[in-house]
């Protein structure tokens, strides 16, 4: 499963134009039936499809010694951390779930813009919903609160391998997120996907535009035979 | 509790101008506490209320051996189940709450569509989120995710009586939904319903148009012999 | 902790200019982390926000030979809890989660509106959404649903102190509601919380300044000794 | 529904030989559902059946000014609720579910043991497990755990009417609790369970040895006409 | 994957030797992840394992109108259905996880015995606990609750493709469970599972023997070559 | 809050006599609500306390190109753990609350008991009930399950800082386990908690006897200054 395949400009494009609900069809064909993130959906209405590679933060919970507004100034912070975002990061922070601690509010999101993340994931929740949406950073997670995240959680790392919405992820692991939520695609495996998907999804397309002209779905969707030699044709046409 | 009453055209008509609120009410005075959809609510802002008779699909959890794109070519499949359909039905979904499995996508919520289905209801989720709301198709669920159903649910038929976000529904109970979400009138309370709704609806307008001219709400609502009088010869004025 | 600040006109007017997200970064380093309401967010878009004094409201679970219809005539009912409100109250509402059973509809947040209520907060749900929303009452809940309150549960007195998404509310502690939910600032605490908030704010708003500016955040958020004096300089020229 | 029947030792006595099971049965008959505290199990393995009347405590969640040590020597203390239990009293608490603080540990079970009261329940936990076995006190509870009721609780009051565990409780009501957990019998109700309740164990018994005699259970399990005859023969045997 | 070894009395002796862990780990190396019903566990401590052919029984959430203890009496009931399993036959009941609605006391419990059922698995709860334990039934579940089945749960048929504790179950499935809870063998799998299931155990237990004779894991679990060599040389010597 | 104190052998006799219970009311006292492992009681019924330095091990949720049974070989395993934890070491294991993957079986914990481990806890569960209870290992986690860890976790390393059960744990702080469940000690406070801890124990012991010899509770628990003089002079008696 080795795969040399780079996460560069080009594969960047097209993974834009793949929806995540065909790249979770595409993996679990090849076994990986556990890679969306629970709970994490766009915050924004209409939010447009994000790619990046994966940069980790990881939380545990809060402990009153440890999780202080004075912890901040840490070397170990997630102010720290930010800075070494390299440019088109996407930001995946294990808040392990929890509803009631915002991991990041507007200043630390607007900083994300300026170092040009390319969004972030969230199994938690983020703060200062009003001045995290002036920032523009797209942002999936569980929705918002007020507390700040030392009301419950402590900040330990970043780049490791975390857990986040039941997902495992590994750093320079490919992020797609949509209307859909957000999956990663393993590493090992983006080379395939990228061949796949672009088919994937004009055949998909296809089918929709067979449903409006009346088609039945039995050999349809799934295609029998004859659906798919007529499929063929259509593309021979389109050339 | 044998009720002929059939949900025709006008019984249709009647439903769509009357509230789920309202709905409940009459129902919890006849003894009936658990008839609406737990986790199912619109899709789609403002969605207007939709009528009809219930379709009933069940799935159960994934086994790999049996949930794989290649069970989508079964006979006994969702979209054999969706080209059973009669028009103007209401599908109704037992996805078992599973909130990171599609049921439906874009390719089968357009054949709905095309086959003049009501719309649909789960207490699990769509995928495809972009591509179901253009279908136009009125849903109410959990919300959206990635994956497809085989990523986590097997579906085993339909037509069967189901439990769905806690309610259970046999085929041909009649479902309304509306922005407070889903109920079910059993067959067997049509006929009482669509008598008593259409004054129950008008007596709560009336009564909000009295508390909005400053009426206190003791003695108003619920009414007191005064205001009985009072409503009684409103009522006598429209004629 | 006596502390003798009053809610008055000129403390509200301060309040409406601070975000919840504040009030529990200043709360929390005075040893309160509990004080954010859990599931209770905005129903509206965009709801701007509300201060007021807690008017408690307390339900239990339903029983079914005390939670019926009839009860809504007693003379211990959310109708005469509504008319003892005073004007500018901000209802809480002890709906002990209960997702299933809507505690006030239109009708009642119709003469809340009338009473001049500020707004409500609920850890339960509201039922009647299009009616509630049209009242223009600004509501803070975990969403909405069909069935009435005596579905699942019974109303018990107000004025009390009670537990409200996992935190404890006194009457006349200060309730404050935004985009990022609700939080409650007991009253031994309102004079301390008033003298540092605006503060607060001015700093917060200067700090996302100098992002935007292209500044990095160690060393600025928390502020280090030479921030701190470029942030006094700043300040001395507001003047 | 004015039912002047009490709870004296006769009705213990009677109450003391009916399974909790039976007792739902009966009261599901006359239209209660709702009146087994969910989570409330016998700490004890084969913990006997008590009967008693409830005496109710109410917690709420716990705020860092309110919850501390200091506040056990408070007027509105569990200790000077404890002091003011009668004898035979159920204790019936309303912990809202908290897994993680204890509301009672062995100092004050054994007090409740000196002040004979009849048993202890809770949708909370306990602490201190084997000091609180070794008192000997019977109780219903979710568990144990080993922080204090401070650590998640603030104690509001005690004789109020409460949830607890789903299920509405007012003072007075009768509790019976044994090895399927505890139920509540609503005040105006107890005279006709008692009536019904003996009558009810009898035929259960009766149906168990016919049973084991190797009838089928269609006809027998309800009874049809044939079965009621030989039951009646059965009776008339006895005397 | 046409499999046609039959569960007889051969194969249930040979299970009855095989821990649920071990068969779980041969599952899934063939693919199966998803065979373990979450939340029943043994009823009684230090059950001895049990092996059976799956009989499944399905129930939906209680309707007013249907669930009632007049339906105890219909022909489609859990009565009709017991009267129907075969000698042998491991019941699965499908309670939808509902933790407080007895889906069988012991009555029904008393009859399955006298059917000679091999056991019962569910992912509700049971009721009358002691008599339960009384019948000498094997029993997998969540747990006790006083509350008759008709209080949640409404059943509505046998020997249908269930979901149960979030795994999928056909008739005839292969059921085992012991103190790690239960799990299903697709029928289809049986025959490759018993093959490899003796010597796994064989191979656990020397491997075991090895830990407690003081060698380090690594090299030994899982087994280097220098391991196998000496793993074989003792099933050698053993013959 | 440097603290140089060791947890010797003198420190962990010490703490084999103070009860958990005692343990989270003085770490509470000193600011620090959250130390004990939500989910983790005893496996075993009557277990005794232990004392031990944490070793902590860290899981994450299943992959399938990841969580196999060939990880096991992996330098980075749960085998090559446990060989590197020292002699009276505490496993502390993050398995992310999961419920149905057991962590470690029985020929792992055989292997702890050789390596003299204190003990185990975890948000998680075991398998092989029966072998791990043969092996004597002291557990707290969740319950039993019979699948293998790699079912749904996937094992990344080990003595990093990490959550459990909702709790932060840094490897060498002090776990103190006993039928209340378990709590962790953090380092920096273990001196203080040791010189308090005794006398804690010692006041609570001759409260239970007052109690016992039908004191009151107010002014005893806690105490009021006649009491304090009282148990000052029975203190002075045993000299």
Chains 1, 2, 3, 4, 5, 6 share one sequence.
């Not at 039936?33 to 590679?53: D, H, K, S, T, Y």
């Amino acid at each position: 499963m080795s795969d040399a395949t780079l996460l560069d400009a080009d594969a960047i494009a097209t993974l834009e134009g793949v929806t995540t609900a065909t790249l979770t069809t595409i993996l679990l064909k090849k076994g990986l039936r556990n890679i969306w993130f629970r709970g994490a959906m766009p915050l924004r209405n209409g939010q447009e499809r994000v790619v990046g590679p994966a940069f980790t933060f990881r939380f545990v919970p809060a402990r009153e010694d440890l999780a202080t507004p004075a912890s901040w100034s840490s070397p170990i912070s997630t102010r720290a951390a930010i800075e070494a975002m390299p440019e088109g990061a996407f930001a995946v922070i294990d808040a392990m779930g929890v509803p009631d601690a915002g991991v990041f509010g507007d200043i630390l999101c607007a900083r994300m813009i300026r170092r040009k993340a390319a969004g972030l994931v969230t199994d938690g929740v983020i703060r200062d919903l009003s001045g995290v949406l002036d920032t523009g950073l797209p942002v999936w997670c569980r929705g918002a609160s007020a507390p700040p995240s030392v009301a419950g959680l402590t900040f330990v790392g970043w780049q490791e391998t975390i857990g986040c919405g039941g997902v495992c992820v590994i750093p320079g692991d490919t992020i797609v997120a949509d209307r859909d939520g957000a999956v990663v695609i393993p590493a090992a495996f983006l080379g395939e996907v990228l061949e796949e998907a672009v088919e994937q999804e004009r055949m998909e397309g296809w089918i929709v535009s067979e449903v409006e002209r009346g088609e039945k779905l039995p050999g349809l969707y799934p295609m029998n035979e004859e659906t798919k030699a007529r499929y063929q044709a259509w593309k021979d046409e389109q050339g």
